[in-house]
């Protein structure tokens, strides 16, 4: 029998519990042990829970027993995660992960340190959810070159956006309906300008590259300057609105962004809709693929860290692979790479913007008489960015990517 | 360093070399030694080919070779690829194949045979080409219990219904052009009957039980009576006509089945077209997940076989975990199963298909005033069958399952 210990009884932790109970023939054939819960970590008690009894409040508790030999993390934050993750791992005990801030923040130092004593620190349940994309990204595609990742790895963002497409709604009036719904929190800052899927993609583009993406350095942007009437012009082109995190081999450097995009109908990205989210990936052999599921919720999240549970039950004594160095993976600015850009101007100015962005093709819908679309050629960002100010007051709204 | 041999220098195996070749550093680093194609078995000689020294036409060379450690079966057929990857099995060589045919016929056999010699054999690159399936199956969704597999797993037929939906033409025509352009084979039967995506469905049925489902027991329908104008019946209902091959809990059975269905607008597979494949799946805990990308081609289908050949390198004298038994799953039988169905009835024909089928729902489309198209609710497949065939003259064209 394999002790476990599962640090944060809150929706993941709980999920996990569930799904080591509710699948328990499944997982134990596959883990070829017995899995037992022995503790759960948690400030609060849990009268009437049918697990209060393995409630406990110290981490010691769980350090000290050297029955326990795999530890889910589901606390969150870089806190006390932090500190007891290293705890863990220096004590030769696996940590199997959900917290997406830690693995971004920490990620090379804490598998160096399971490589050092021997266990592991397994973190699929970090970026997108149920979708399995961490394992296949080191397990499977490793006869390619991968040269480019995009995800839609955001839940709530594209469950706004999703929305905001279908009802050609506001971004105020579909944030505030999901968060009564309880698909956004009450502070959305996180979700809506990007910095999740920031996390997350930092994850993805070390695994790609080998080496350490710092979530830190990478040009976030996120959904709130969309608007319904972006969607309609998305609309009139055949393309979809999606928060795009991307990673590309750009020459010698790895371009890594966060920002919303226009994408085209034969994306395979553009049929990823509500709370689902995708990751494309296209390697140098294997052309294009996909991994599509849902991004969060309790128990497809909890079930991606009970395979990590398993995968530590399997290789117990054993390190499995994972390549990401602590070195910097060199980065190419968001200066110097080229996009297309989407934007509107107001009539007056567009005989300016037709001189500024030379083929550019213009958009007109009935429905905005006084105003046009354009859709630029590919351009470097700093000089679209240049020739975009000098449009001034004509230009409306915001300007968006465009795939 | 590992010795390789690869067995067929067609397409599949001629990529499995290149692949080697242009991706070594990255397929090196993840195999942890540097892999080396010992021997090429062929019947054919190669002059001029940079690998032709390497080119042997006796199988007794390789097998008698100790150095070499991974065999890739790319030959294909149930003839001398299956002597030659039970010798290398037993001589404790771990086999790779890209060999549906073989796998679904002998798999479980293969599998013990290779625990029995501590080596391992491996086929991720059976189904769907490029796309990752097997490992995720067997090593990211473990701590699910799989409800449902569905597949669009045979590129050519994909293609074919892909153009008949865009084009509004007809099979026959298609499939020429298909043919003149390589996309099928001169005889299509393996493709458009659905046998190809037969052995596949078996191959996932049986991952997803743990115990062998009889690809000769699957019921199996092709593509050849879809016609045109059940395309425009399709549209009209917001749905495409996808081949695919479904592997469904049914209480205490397994129900597998390969055959036309209409699938709405809604499904994430309806967005497949073309040559890509896809395997969508339903956990207990996970929900709903896709995966995507080309189901077949020389480098794809390769960079899985190679895929493999690293996971043997890094799993030497260790037996992967792989769980497909030998005893035969029970299979629920296509009469008892539960399917919608639409067919096209003659005017005269609507009013006693109405009371055959209660509740049906009829759909008339303007450039056919002499017919309608029905879809009946969910009905038992013989009962189905022998209303349907009280409809007699009156039936027009052939009835296909609906999602």
């Known amino acids: 029998m394999i002790q476990v210990a599962v640090l944060g009884y809150g929706t993941v932790g709980s999920g996990v519990v569930e799904v080591i109970e509710k699948n328990k023939e499944m997982v134990n054939k596959k883990a070829g042990e017995e899995l037992n819960v022995k503790y759960i970590l948690d400030l609060r008690d849990f009268p009437g829970d049918p697990y209060e009894d393995k409630v406990v409040h110290d981490f010691t508790r769980i350090l000290e027993d050297d029955e326990v030999k795999i530890v889910c993390e589901t606390m969150g934050g ?7 993750t290293q705890q863990a791992l220096s004590a030769g005990k696996s940590v199997c992960t959900s917290n997406k ?12 340190l399971a490589k050092a004593n021997t266990c592991n620190y397994l973190f699929e349940a970090s970026v997108g959810g149920g979708i399995p994309i961490i394992r296949p990204l080191n397990y499977s595609l490793t006869a390619e070159r991968i040269e480019e990742i995009a995800g839609i790895l955001n839940g709530t963002t594209n469950y706004i956006l999703s929305k905001m497409e279908k009802e050609g709604a506001d971004f105020d009036s579909v944030l505030k309906e999901a968060q009564e719904k309880g698909y956004a929190e009450r502070n959305p800052e996180a979700d809506v300008e990007g910095y999740d899927a920031c996390r997350k993609i930092a994850i993805l583009s070390s695994l790609m590259t080998g080496k350490n993406v710092d979530y830190q350095k990478i040009y976030t942007e996120g959904i709130t300057r ?3 009437e972006d969607f309609s012009y998305a609309k009139a082109m055949g393309r979809s609105i999606k928060l795009l995190a991307v990673s590309r081999e750009a020459g010698e450097r790895t371009l890594a962004m966060v920002a919303p995009c226009m994408i085209s109908r034969e994306h395979p990205l553009y049929m990823v809709n509500g709370v689902f989210n995708a990751v494309f990936v296209k390697g140098n052999m294997l052309g294009d693929s996909m991994y599509y599921g849902r991004g969060a919720g309790k128990l497809p999240t909890a079930s991606a860290v009970v395979s990590d549970v398993i995968d530590c039950a399997r290789h117990q004594g054993k390190v499995i692979m994972c390549f990401w160095d602590e070195e910097d993976a060199p ?5 110097d790479t080229e996009s297309r850009f989407f934007f509107r101007v107001r009539k007056d100015g567009e005989e300016k913007a037709k001189e500024l962005f030379a083929g550019a093709e213009c958009i007109s819908l009935p429905e905005m008489p006084e105003e046009c679309g354009v859709v630029t050629g590919k351009i470097k960002e700093k000089d679209f960015a240049a020739r975009y100010e000098q449009l001034g007051n004509a230009r409306v709204g915001t300007r968006i990517r465009v795939d």
Request: aromatic fraction near 8%; hydrophobic fraction near 55%; proline fraction near 4%.
């Open 226 to 228: 969309i608007t319904a």
């Open 331 to 335: 980065l190419q600015g968001i200066d």
């Open 78 to 84: 870089v806190g006390a995660a932090y500190r007891f």
């Open 101 to 112: 801030e830690l693995v971004a923040a920490h990620g090379p130092e804490l598998l160096a």
